[in-house]
Structure formats: C-alpha cells, structure tokens
C-alpha cells in the first residue's frame, strides 16, 4: 500500500491529497483539516506516523527521517518526551487522542464516540507529568475546575524515568454517610497525656455503639484528643485532670492540645465536616493517613475511605501522591485529600488509580 506524504512546514506538517487526507482524518482522526480541503498534523502526530511507518515526510522535497523529526519536536516542544510517551500510549490503546490547544491547562483531549446517539460524548482532558514534578493542591483543584466547565472528565498521566506510565482519575468527591448525629447526656473524663478516659459504663457502651468512638476500656471507653475536642464542644463532656483541675472550656483544652498536635485546627476542622456528613471518623494512623471513614457502621461494612488532611498552600512531589494511592487501593479503599481553606470552605479531592 502507498503511504501517506506529508510535507514539514515549520512545526507542522501538512497533507494535502484527498485519499491521503480521509485516510487520516476521517478514519483514524489525525489532525484537523484547513483551507482547501488539507489536513494539517502537529508534531507530535508527526512523530507518531513516523514511528509507525504510515507516513512519508518531506522538507523542500527532501525526505526526512524519524530522528530528524524527533530532534526537531523535543526542540519545539516544551516537555515533548513525557508528552509523546502518553500519546503513542493511548493511541496505540485505541483512543482517539487529540493535542488541546485551546488553554495551557491540559495537554491532550481524548474524545469518546458512543455507538449510541442518545447518549452523550464524554470528553476527557489529560494533563501530564514527570515523576519529578511537583504538584500542589491548587493547582489540581484548578484543573478539576476547568475539565468540570468543559463537562469532562480529568486525566493525569505521570510518566518515570523508565517511561512507564501511571494514570489517575482526579474528581471533586462528595462524601456522605448514613450516620446521623446522636445527642448524648454530659458525662465526666479525666484527661490522660495522649487521650481521654470516659469511666461511666452507660454512657461509654452508647458512644461506642452508636458512633464507634473510640474503644472499650474495661467498661469505659478511651477516646482520643480530636474525639473529645469535638464531645466537648457539642457540650456533651466535663473533662479533668489526674489532679481534679477541670478544663471545661473549649478553647483553653485545644490550646492543651496544639501543644502536642500543632495541625489539630485543620484536622478538627476536616473531622467536624466529616461528621456533619453523616460519617464515622476513625484515625486512619496504620494506613499512613489522618483518618479513615466509614459511610456505614464499621460492623456493617470496612472503612470506604482514607482521609489525608492538607492546607491550601500544601505542595507535594507526585512519589507521594503515589505512595498514598496505591496503598489506598491494596486495601480496597479511596484515598481522599481534604483540602483545608478556612472554617467554611473544604474540597475533598479522589484520586484514583486508572488503566485506561
């Protein structure tokens, strides 16, 4: 079978017979079409072609070759080897996978064609980086935004030193639960270094039944310190000291307890939303994370979610990221980051392991 030419113009390449043209654009969606009836491929697609010998390329009617193409798209292009792997990858998958142009946003747009006409296209938008890259969280909720506006769905694609590519699913996550909130008699406690012993055997048994906090203690209960700031708080604790010193206001025992736990106002302020949201909030300590969560009673169903507490300036390299996702999946959980902006504005970020 002939092949395809095409002819090098600057950092495009332009085919201009008619056979040529349906063959790559109408079939296997390759660049988009001009004036007088051409279609014009960006580099990228350019070096895809090559590789896969589908296309001859000329420059001044002088064939170029595959690393002559190469050198002069890693030159072009700013990042073009993280972003060429992701494009072969996924085209060589099946997708349709196109270069997004329209903002700096997003790297590539993969376009999904339902066989359905009633059903509506979904778009999703790829960002991609290096193993290397660092990240910060809002610049994902930024990207969250704008896939959202355009009623897509975002992709990240972190591509390591091997070449070797990980894909995440990046949303918005809505959490809920079916837990509602329980009113509870004021019981007294007694303040120990790193939590607190709830002794009256009633109350105990109803606190841990009810809403799982904390864990039995003969026929008591030890809560921890973010547990009883927040039982304090709804009023329905006393709590003292080994020397009968009572700490009953609310602020005087968070100030007691920054101390030892300087992030308690973002964890607090993550743990009170949680509840509010109908949530059973654990510590999530063995998983590597702030908290775990229950939508369900924990002797109904394991924890859904990991909850990893951050502020809104947090900055990570994506190894850290990886860390928290994948051990999040080897035990069947999502891995939820809560981003902490003030008292009255939180985003719970999913990120998800993807193989597309």
């Known amino acids: 079978m002939q092949k395809t030419k095409g002819e090098l113009l600057k950092d495009k390449i332009i085919v201009t017979k008619p056979r040529d043209v349906g063959r790559l654009y109408s079939k296997s969606r390759f660049g988009k079409t001009i004036k007088n009836n051409k279609l014009m491929i960006n580099l990228i ?21 595959f690393e002559y193409l190469l050198k002069k798209s890693i030159l072009t292009i700013p990042n073009f080897e993280i972003k060429y792997i992701v494009f072969r990858d996924l085209r060589k998958k099946g997708y ?21 006409s009633n059903e509506e296209n979904i778009n999703y938008f790829v960002s991609v980086f290096s193993e290397r890259d660092t990240i910060d969280v809002k610049k994902i909720k930024l990207f969250i935004d704008k896939a959202n506006d355009k009623k897509g769905i975002l992709w990240f ?41 709830i002794l009256n055997d009633k109350t105990s048994k109803k606190l841990f039944e009810e809403e799982f906090y904390g864990k039995p203690f003969g026929k008591g209960l030890q809560i921890s310190m973010v547990e009883a700031l927040y039982l304090l708080n709804k009023d ?36 009170k939303d ?83």
């Not at 090559?50 to 170029?64: G, Q, V």
């Not at 700096?104 to 359905?116: H, Q």
């Not at 307890?257 to 302020?269: C, E, M, S, Y």
């Open 274 to 356: 949680l509840k509010k949201r109908g949530l059973i909030v654990k510590t999530g300590f063995k998983f590597g994370t702030h908290f775990r969560a229950y939508s369900k009673k924990p002797n109904i169903t394991h924890a859904e979610y990991l909850i990893q507490v951050v502020n809104k300036n947090f900055k990570s390299i994506w190894s850290d990221f990886s860390r928290a996702i994948r051990l999040a999946h080897s035990v069947n959980k999502e891995i939820i980051f809560a981003i902490h902006y003030n008292k009255k504005k939180i985003d719970y970020i999913k990120l998800g392991r993807l193989r597309p």
């Open 45 to 65: 697609e350019g070096v895809f072609l090559l590789e896969e010998e589908k296309i001859k390329l000329f420059e001044k009617e002088k064939e170029i070759n």
């Open 96 to 116: 349709i996978i196109q270069t997004y142009e329209d903002d700096n946003n997003f790297d590539f747009i993969v376009l999904e064609n339902k066989n359905n």
């Open 157 to 197: 694609s972190i591509v390591d030193e091997e070449g070797d590519i990980t894909y995440y699913e990046i949303s918005i996550n809505n959490l809920k639960g079916e837990n509602l909130e329980k009113k509870y008699q004021k019981t007294n406690s007694i303040l120990m270094e790193n939590r607190v012993l």
């Open 236 to 271: 329905f604790l006393k709590i003292e000291t080994i020397n009968n010193e009572k700490i009953t206001e609310f602020k005087l025992f968070k100030k007691y307890i920054k101390i030892k736990q300087p992030d308690i106002d973002l964890r607090f302020n993550i743990y």
